[in-house]
């Protein structure tokens, strides 16, 4: 088993990073020729999912979550603790915080236009995020 983290920045509600290249770095340096790799953000205004990560595909993710919690509805989080973030927390908990892709042959089992990606949901212009990937066989 091999526990890593990947740290970076994102910037803003509705900001997707494609981190499957730093997934891919942990997976080999794993040396795991076959098993799992969980890829985990602590927090709750993050999701972990994997999408092509192409330009319309994105907006269309992006639409569809504002669709589900739009931001011109009141929510009870709002009201309790005055952060606007009460959006954010629905999207997160909708998606979810990690996801699991089978490693093969010391590869990463995605499909060919697969990625993994982090979703900044959080209204917050900047947000420092750890991802926890963890590699066992």
Same mark, same amino acid.
């Given at each position: 088993?091999?526990? *890593?983290?990947?740290?970076?920045?994102?910037?803003?509600?509705?900001?997707? #990073?494609?981190?499957?290249?730093?997934?891919?770095?942990?997976?080999?340096?794993?040396?795991?020729? %076959?098993?799992? #790799?969980?890829?985990?953000?602590?927090?709750?205004? @993050?999701?972990?999912?994997?999408?092509?990560?192409? @330009?319309? #595909?994105?907006?269309?993710l @992006?639409?569809? =979550?504002?669709?589900?919690?739009? %931001?011109?509805?009141?929510?009870?989080? %709002?009201?309790?603790?005055?952060d606007?973030n009460? *959006?954010?927390?629905?999207? @997160?908990?909708? +998606?979810?915080?990690?996801?699991? &892709?089978?490693?093969?042959?010391?590869? =990463?089992?995605?499909?060919?236009?697969?990625?993994? &990606?982090? =979703?900044? =949901?959080? &209204? *917050?212009? &900047? *947000?420092?995020?750890?991802?926890? +990937?963890? #590699?066992?066989?």
């Amino acid at each position: 088993m091999l526990r *890593r983290t990947i740290r970076l920045e994102t910037h803003g509600e509705g900001d997707i #990073v494609d981190i499957t290249p730093h997934v891919e770095r942990i997976v080999r340096e794993s040396g795991v020729p %076959d098993g799992l #790799v969980n890829i985990f953000v602590p927090g709750s205004t @993050a999701a972990v999912t994997t999408i092509e990560y192409e @330009a319309g #595909v994105l907006a269309d993710l @992006a639409r569809a =979550l504002s669709v589900i919690a739009p %931001d011109d509805i009141p929510y009870a989080h %709002d009201r309790a603790w005055g952060d606007g973030n009460g *959006r954010s927390h629905v999207k @997160a908990a909708i +998606v979810g915080p990690s996801v699991t &892709v089978p490693v093969i042959e010391g590869d =990463l089992g995605c499909g060919t236009w697969q990625q993994i &990606v982090l =979703l900044e =949901l959080d &209204v *917050r212009p &900047v *947000r420092n995020r750890t991802i926890i +990937v963890t #590699v066992t066989d």
